[in-house]
């Protein structure tokens, strides 16, 4: 217990930090206070990230990206190091389903495309790239990709064969292991 | 956490005072509920190892895993019907508590209710089902923490309530009413609980066992509660209620310090995890050039870090060999052995001496480098040397054989573990999606390496697109296959160009040493190396442009390439072995003929002074005066040196020259030119993984082959590769433009193993052959005076090991044991390739089979979509 209260005491520092005018420090009353996404964003361990937007807006109980301190701690629990790989399964794949609609259509794929390569593919380098994922990933033949289309396809990957869940990895710039946040 | 938990806890304060008075009004109940209890006290029993039964199917049926997604939208649709129940269970738990704090009396009464409340839940049990079960489980769990400050803050108010309204057998009433509502079973173990806590004595084996389940089940909980994708609000409650159980159950069962144990058991495991973690990042940070190479990486693709890793990889195999050779020849002789000058062939001859300390002289690796511990021939055939009586003849052959034994056992066991990593992951059939969505690395924080990052993605995109591309495109003209022959032809006359070239130079160069080096040039001297660089320069170019001819896919054309600059680089090492056996024999009948001398010098000498005077003591003559034989042994080493050396000169000259003067120029230049430097014809170079890790193999090669006759060669190739690796690294990343065609020779790094090992098989070869056939120089080296190099094994076990031992060596080695042996392995070695060549078979089949089995569901799948649509479409036409 006292080790989780003092990673919360951190994670509780973490997230004042980041709006010191919003959060207080005194949490007796259950006061209902969320960050917006602009500040969240500014996380070190965020602002490089082409998907920090989207997984702000996962993890925010309201869908628009504003954290409550609850949710802040559920981002950094799911997304630490050491979190299951079923875990990062579940969250990744809302990361990618841009609409929300429980699917990853084409529409996600380019707009995932566009994040990684910061747009810099033509057009029909995109198209094509996106073809050839719907078409290796989709297993159902309904042209976009279900839970069990991502979970199947993620389990397969090399990275994650390699890295599994328990073992640690490199701090930065490491071999790209596939879901991990630093570590708090 | 504690920012929730403070107020919870201070709300449950405030529960207690409310309720003290309330108990009180148990005590008229409680003799009417003994009675009742009595009665169901055998059913009790019953029941309970029923609920133990269910509750292990339930978990059971948990650990399958059903998708978590879909629990949680089942507990939404649930948690609306089930908020109503919430107020009424809020009231029970308080005066659970409250119970709890009063005594031991109380308790006991309540518990009678609760078995009421089990009787009542296990009946609705009943009626449920199978997943019902499952699910009754999963909302237990809900109830019984998502709401527990909700609850805490109603039940207050209620008590308050009630207690001005002094209706309280009512509400007992109540309690027991909506005790239907599962929560049941915590409530039960936390009564058995308290039961032990009690009269521990009373508690049978059976119960003990339901109990330990029980806190069993909630440490599981505990475990796997990370792995829920819930809100932190539920699972923070879950975990505190389920840690107080865990706790208060432990200390129950008379555990003695049970809580503390187990706080030490966490804070234990919590503290081995983060030592783990930090051992692996100390270790990730002990790995050298790491974040260079990444660097690299990012900028130019995985195709030239492979390059840098495989020159990493080389430079840690080049570091053991040092090891070996540093640790056990070189130091030892140099500490322990005679020092220099004591002996002749440890001292330059008088001859020599003037220009021994030139540089150009040392530069050559003459004068004081040939005889010092650098090579071969200054080491003396005295069995064992200084106080360790350290055996250094036999030192040097291990140590020589051990280079070659580790070379091979590490090339293999590399190449096995790629076989195996390629194995796995050889099924390539979501390259896109990974690329997709695993290619981000989730620790970038740097915005440089963000940077670096973005840009690597892209081009692995980049380099997948051009795949696929180009195995779309197929055309098959004649033409093509008319220019492929053209093409193979004027590579062999290319090779065999270069073949009689290196000849030519070597056979000059012999009639150059036969009339003595001093008389000619730079360039006549050093031809030989040269030349050899120069063709190693210029000819892959050459096949470069040939291999435009051919139109192959980019990736057969790279392995044509390689294969090729294999063959000229290994025509002209072998040319240069075979100038050099030549040139062997004939310092061996040079050898035959100084030794004659030397034994009549000998004579006349004993002679001289025994004629002078017989019982002075014999004339001392300094070593650096008497005569000696060519050590076609450190000759040799020296030729390997020589030309290691002037291969380091050319590949430094050329990286300089070739990529950073142009790439200077090109951009200086540009300024003031016609035409467009940078885009149009010079350009900047690109980086040429394969001729560079060619060269990289073939400098191995060269090491191996001429370790054994200069003990300084890893030294030196560890020099080289330190410098090669932060030259090379500096220029690409600033003279270097990143490849338009970016493709690896394989998938693997086994392409290049493959070709290390031929070469390390090629290159062992000759000095094996020298080392058993030919004798050793009788007056240098540590195997003088011997007919065999390895006659030192032995001598060494006819001298330093028990009789038997030689024996059973002398049995073991005889053909008669070692030929059915030989035997043996070859039928092993042919019956494990049988059988992973049956194994490799099945595999495939296998992913045949999935393949139309995916079809197949496809198809299934679409059929079903449109008869659904079918259906619904004459639906609407009925009802029409």
Same mark, same amino acid.
């Given at each position: 217990?006292?080790?989780?209260?003092?990673?919360?005491?951190?994670?509780?520092?973490?997230?004042?930090?980041?709006?010191?005018?919003?959060?207080?420090?005194?949490?007796?009353?259950?006061?209902?206070?969320?960050?917006?996404?602009?500040?969240?964003?500014?996380?070190?361990?965020?602002?490089?990230?082409?998907?920090?937007?989207?997984?702000?807006?996962?993890?925010?109980?309201?869908?628009?990206?504003?954290?409550?301190?609850?949710?802040?701690?559920?981002?950094?629990?799911?997304?630490?190091?050491?979190?299951?790989?079923?875990?990062?399964?579940?969250?990744?794949?809302?990361?990618?389903?841009?609409?929300?609609?429980?699917?990853?259509?084409?529409?996600?794929?380019?707009?995932?495309?566009?994040?990684?390569?910061?747009?810099?593919?033509?057009?029909?380098?995109?198209?094509?790239?996106?073809?050839?994922?719907?078409?290796?990933?989709?297993?159902?033949?309904?042209?976009?990709?279900?839970?069990?289309?991502?979970?199947?396809?993620?389990?397969?990957?090399?990275?994650?064969?390699?890295?599994?869940?328990?073992?640690?990895?490199?701090?930065?710039?490491?071999?790209?292991?596939?879901?991990?946040?630093?570590?708090? | 956490?504690?920012?929730?938990?403070?107020?919870?806890?201070?709300?449950?304060?405030?529960?207690?005072?409310?309720?003290?008075?309330?108990?009180?009004?148990?005590?008229?109940? %409680? !003799?009417?509920? &003994?009675?009742?209890?009595? @009665?169901? +006290?055998? *059913?009790?029993?019953? =029941? $309970? /190892?029923?609920?133990?039964?269910?509750?292990?199917?339930?978990?059971?049926?948990?650990?399958?895993?059903?998708?978590?997604?879909?629990?949680?939208? %089942? !507990?939404?649709? &649930?948690?609306?019907?089930? @908020?109503? +129940?919430? *107020?009424?269970?809020? =009231? $029970? /738990?308080?005066?659970?508590?409250?119970?709890?704090?009063?005594?031991?009396?109380?308790?006991?009464?309540?518990?009678?209710?609760?078995?009421?409340?089990?009787?009542?839940?296990?009946?609705?049990?009943?009626?449920?089902?199978?997943?019902?079960?499952? =699910?009754?489980?999963?909302?237990?769990?809900?109830?019984?923490?998502?709401?527990?400050?909700?609850?805490?803050?109603?039940?207050?108010?209620?008590?308050?309530?009630?207690?001005?309204?002094?209706?309280?057998?009512?509400?007992?009433?109540?309690?027991?009413?909506?005790?239907?509502?599962?929560?049941?079973?915590?409530?039960?173990?936390?009564?058995?609980?308290?039961?032990?806590?009690?009269?521990?004595?009373?508690?049978?084996?059976?119960?003990?066992?339901?109990?330990?389940?029980?806190?069993?089940?909630?440490?599981?909980?505990?475990?796997?509660?990370?792995?829920?994708?819930?809100?932190?609000?539920?699972?923070?409650?879950?975990?505190?209620?389920?840690?107080?159980?865990?706790?208060?159950?432990?200390?129950?069962?008379?555990?003695?310090?049970?809580?503390?144990?187990?706080?030490?058991?966490?804070?234990?495991?919590?503290?081995?995890?983060?030592?783990?973690?930090?051992?692996?990042?100390?270790?990730?940070?002990?790995?050298?050039?790491?974040?260079?190479?990444?660097?690299?990486?990012?900028?130019?693709?995985?195709?030239?870090?492979?390059?840098?890793?495989?020159?990493?990889?080389?430079?840690?195999?080049?570091?053991?060999?040092?090891?070996?050779?540093?640790?056990?020849?070189?130091?030892?002789?140099?500490?322990?052995?005679?020092?220099?000058?004591?002996?002749?062939?440890?001292?330059?001859?008088?001859?020599?001496?003037?220009?021994?300390?030139?540089?150009?002289?040392?530069?050559?690796?003459?004068?004081?480098?040939?005889?010092?511990?650098?090579?071969?021939?200054?080491?003396?055939?005295?069995?064992?040397?200084?106080?360790?009586?350290?055996?250094?003849?036999?030192?040097?052959?291990?140590?020589?054989?051990?280079?070659?034994?580790?070379?091979?056992?590490?090339?293999?066991?590399?190449?096995?573990?790629?076989?195996?990593?390629?194995?796995?992951?050889?099924?390539?059939?979501?390259?896109?999606?990974?690329?997709?969505?695993?290619?981000?690395?989730?620790?970038?924080?740097?915005?440089?390496?963000?940077?670096?990052?973005?840009?690597?993605?892209?081009?692995?995109?980049?380099?997948?697109?051009?795949?696929?591309?180009?195995?779309?495109?197929?055309?098959?003209?004649?033409?093509?296959?008319?220019?492929?022959?053209?093409?193979?032809?004027?590579?062999?006359?290319?090779?065999?160009?270069?073949?009689?070239?290196?000849?030519?130079?070597?056979?000059?160069?012999?009639?150059?040493?036969?009339?003595?080096?001093?008389?000619?040039?730079?360039?006549?001297?050093?031809?030989?190396?040269?030349?050899?660089?120069?063709?190693?320069?210029?000819?892959?170019?050459?096949?470069?442009?040939?291999?435009?001819?051919?139109?192959?896919?980019?990736?057969?054309?790279?392995?044509?390439?390689?294969?090729?600059?294999?063959?000229?680089?290994?025509?002209?090492?072998?040319?240069?072995?075979?100038?050099?056996?030549?040139?062997?024999?004939?310092?061996?009948?040079?050898?035959?003929?100084?030794?004659?001398?030397?034994?009549?010098?000998?004579?006349?000498?004993?002679?001289?002074?025994?004629?002078?005077?017989?019982?002075?003591?014999?004339?001392?003559?300094?070593?650096?005066?008497?005569?000696?034989?060519?050590?076609?042994?450190?000759?040799?080493?020296?030729?390997?040196?020589?030309?290691?050396?002037?291969?380091?000169?050319?590949?430094?000259?050329?990286?300089?020259?070739?990529?950073?003067?142009?790439?200077?120029?090109?951009?200086?230049?540009?300024?003031?030119?016609?035409?467009?430097?940078?885009?149009?014809?010079?350009?900047?170079?690109?980086?040429?993984?394969?001729?560079?890790?060619?060269?990289?193999?073939?400098?191995?090669?060269?090491?191996?082959?001429?370790?054994?006759?200069?003990?300084?060669?890893?030294?030196?190739?560890?020099?080289?590769?330190?410098?090669?690796?932060?030259?090379?690294?500096?220029?690409?990343?600033?003279?270097?433009?990143?490849?338009?065609?970016?493709?690896?020779?394989?998938?693997?790094?086994?392409?290049?193993?493959?070709?290390?090992?031929?070469?390390?098989?090629?290159?062992?070869?000759?000095?094996?052959?020298?080392?058993?056939?030919?004798?050793?120089?009788?007056?240098?080296?540590?195997?003088?005076?011997?007919?065999?190099?390895?006659?030192?094994?032995?001598?060494?076990?006819?001298?330093?090991?028990?009789?038997?031992?030689?024996?059973?060596?002398?049995?073991?080695?005889?053909?008669?044991?070692?030929?059915?042996?030989?035997?043996?392995?070859?039928?092993?070695?042919?019956?494990?390739?049988?059988?992973?060549?049956?194994?490799?078979?099945?595999?495939?089949?296998?992913?045949?089979?999935?393949?139309?089995?995916?079809?197949?569901?496809?198809?299934?799948?679409?059929?079903?979509?449109?008869?659904?649509?079918?259906?619904?479409?004459?639906?609407?036409?009925?009802?029409?």
């Amino acid at each position: 217990m006292t080790n989780a209260d003092s990673s919360s005491f951190r994670l509780h520092g973490r997230y004042r930090e980041l709006a010191p005018h919003l959060v207080p420090l005194d949490y007796t009353n259950n006061p209902d206070i969320r960050v917006p996404p602009t500040l969240i964003v500014t996380m070190p361990e965020l602002k490089e990230n082409p998907f920090r937007d989207r997984i702000v807006e996962t993890f925010s109980e309201d869908g628009h990206g504003n954290l409550s301190f609850n949710d802040f701690v559920d981002m950094f629990s799911a997304l630490c190091e050491t979190s299951p790989r079923e875990l990062k399964t579940i969250y990744a794949f809302k990361i990618y389903d841009f609409n929300r609609d429980n699917f990853i259509c084409k529409e996600d794929l380019k707009k995932t495309l566009n994040k990684l390569t910061k747009g810099e593919l033509s057009p029909e380098e995109v198209l094509l790239v996106c073809d050839k994922s719907m078409e290796e990933a989709d297993l159902d033949g309904d042209s976009k990709l279900s839970f069990s289309d991502f979970e199947n396809m993620v389990s397969k990957a090399p990275d994650f064969l390699r890295y599994g869940s328990t073992s640690s990895t490199t701090k930065r710039g490491g071999k790209s292991t596939w879901l991990p946040l630093h570590n708090i | 956490m504690t920012g929730r938990c403070g107020p919870v806890a201070v709300d449950i304060g405030l529960d207690f005072e409310g309720e003290e008075i309330e108990v009180s009004t148990f005590q008229e109940e %409680r !003799e009417r509920e &003994r009675h009742r209890a009595k @009665r169901s +006290d055998s *059913d009790r029993e019953r =029941r $309970k /190892r029923g609920n133990g039964r269910r509750k292990r199917a339930s978990r059971a049926e948990e650990g399958k895993g059903e998708s978590q997604a879909r629990h949680d939208r %089942r !507990e939404k649709g &649930r948690r609306k019907r089930t @908020r109503r +129940d919430q *107020d009424d269970k809020g =009231r $029970k /738990r308080d005066e659970e508590v409250q119970a709890k704090i009063k005594s031991g009396k109380s308790a006991k009464t309540r518990k009678h209710i609760k078995y009421e409340k089990k009787r009542k839940m296990e009946e609705k049990l009943e009626v449920e089902e199978g997943e019902g079960e499952e =699910r009754h489980a999963k909302r237990k769990r809900k109830h019984g923490s998502a709401n527990k400050e909700e609850r805490d803050e109603d039940g207050r108010k209620r008590t308050v309530k009630e207690k001005a309204q002094g209706v309280k057998r009512k509400k007992h009433k109540k309690v027991v009413e909506t005790s239907s509502e599962p929560s049941e079973e915590e409530d039960n173990d936390e009564e058995d609980n308290e039961e032990v806590e009690v009269r521990p004595e009373s508690l049978s084996s059976e119960e003990l066992e339901k109990l330990k389940e029980a806190v069993d089940e909630r440490k599981k909980l505990i475990q796997v509660l990370r792995g829920k994708p819930w809100p932190m609000k539920k699972k923070c409650v879950t975990l505190w209620e389920s840690q107080e159980f865990v706790e208060k159950y432990e200390g129950a069962l008379g555990k003695g310090k049970g809580r503390k144990l187990y706080a030490y058991k966490v804070m234990m495991t919590k503290k081995w995890m983060k030592f783990q973690r930090d051992f692996e990042n100390f270790k990730t940070a002990c790995i050298p050039w790491e974040m260079k190479i990444k660097e690299i990486e990012s900028h130019f693709g995985s195709s030239v870090a492979s390059y840098f890793i495989f020159l990493r990889w080389m430079y840690g195999i080049n570091m053991i060999l040092f090891c070996l050779t540093f640790g056990l020849v070189m130091v030892p002789e140099a500490l322990m052995g005679r020092p220099y000058g004591t002996i002749p062939r440890k001292t330059v001859p008088r001859a020599e001496a003037t220009s021994a300390m030139d540089f150009a002289v040392l530069w050559d690796f003459g004068g004081y480098a040939q005889y010092s511990v650098l090579f071969y021939g200054y080491y003396n055939n005295q069995r064992a040397i200084g106080w360790l009586k350290f055996r250094m003849p036999l030192s040097y052959f291990l140590v020589g054989v051990g280079t070659v034994a580790y070379s091979y056992m590490v090339v293999i066991r590399t190449m096995a573990r790629n076989a195996n990593e390629s194995g796995v992951g050889d099924d390539n059939s979501f390259n896109f999606n990974w690329k997709m969505f695993t290619s981000w690395d989730y620790l970038i924080g740097n915005p440089e390496t963000a940077d670096n990052k973005f840009a690597s993605i892209t081009t692995s995109f980049k380099e997948a697109i051009l795949e696929e591309q180009e195995s779309r495109k197929d055309d098959n003209i004649h033409l093509t296959r008319f220019l492929r022959v053209l093409a193979n032809f004027l590579v062999l006359c290319c090779l065999a160009g270069s073949g009689y070239l290196i000849y030519f130079v070597v056979r000059r160069s012999q009639k150059f040493a036969l009339d003595g080096l001093e008389n000619h040039s730079w360039w006549e001297r050093n031809e030989v190396n040269m030349v050899m660089s120069l063709l190693g320069m210029f000819c892959p170019m050459l096949f470069d442009v040939i291999s435009a001819l051919e139109n192959y896919h980019p990736r057969v054309a790279l392995q044509w390439q390689l294969g090729r600059i294999f063959a000229l680089f290994l025509g002209n090492l072998y040319t240069f072995i075979i100038a050099l056996m030549d040139e062997i024999n004939l310092k061996r009948e040079e050898e035959k003929i100084i030794k004659f001398n030397i034994t009549t010098w000998e004579a006349s000498l004993y002679n001289g002074t025994v004629s002078e005077n017989s019982t002075a003591p014999p004339v001392t003559i300094q070593p650096a005066d008497v005569p000696r034989g060519p050590c076609w042994e450190t000759m040799v080493g020296q030729e390997f040196v020589r030309l290691i050396i002037s291969d380091t000169m050319t590949t430094y000259i050329t990286l300089l020259i070739g990529d950073f003067l142009r790439a200077v120029l090109v951009r200086f230049l540009n300024y003031c030119w016609c035409w467009d430097l940078e885009a149009g014809f010079p350009s900047y170079s690109e980086f040429d993984v394969s001729g560079n890790v060619l060269g990289l193999i073939f400098n191995q090669g060269m090491i191996w082959m001429g370790a054994f006759y200069a003990p300084c060669l890893p030294a030196l190739n560890i020099l080289r590769l330190h410098v090669s690796m932060y030259l090379q690294c500096w220029a690409v990343m600033c003279c270097n433009v990143p490849q338009e065609r970016v493709f690896k020779a394989s998938g693997s790094n086994n392409f290049y193993m493959a070709m290390l090992l031929v070469i390390l098989f090629l290159s062992t070869l000759p000095a094996i052959y020298t080392i058993v056939t030919i004798p050793p120089s009788f007056d240098c080296g540590p195997f003088s005076g011997k007919q065999h190099m390895f006659d030192v094994i032995q001598e060494t076990l006819e001298l330093d090991f028990p009789a038997w031992f030689g024996k059973v060596f002398s049995y073991a080695s005889n053909p008669g044991l070692v030929l059915p042996f030989i035997l043996l392995m070859v039928l092993a070695i042919y019956y494990l390739q049988s059988t992973s060549k049956s194994y490799k078979e099945a595999n495939v089949e296998l992913k045949k089979k999935l393949q139309t089995q995916n079809e197949e569901n496809k198809k299934k799948n679409k059929l079903a979509a449109l008869k659904a649509q079918m259906d619904q479409e004459e639906a609407r036409k009925a009802s029409s």
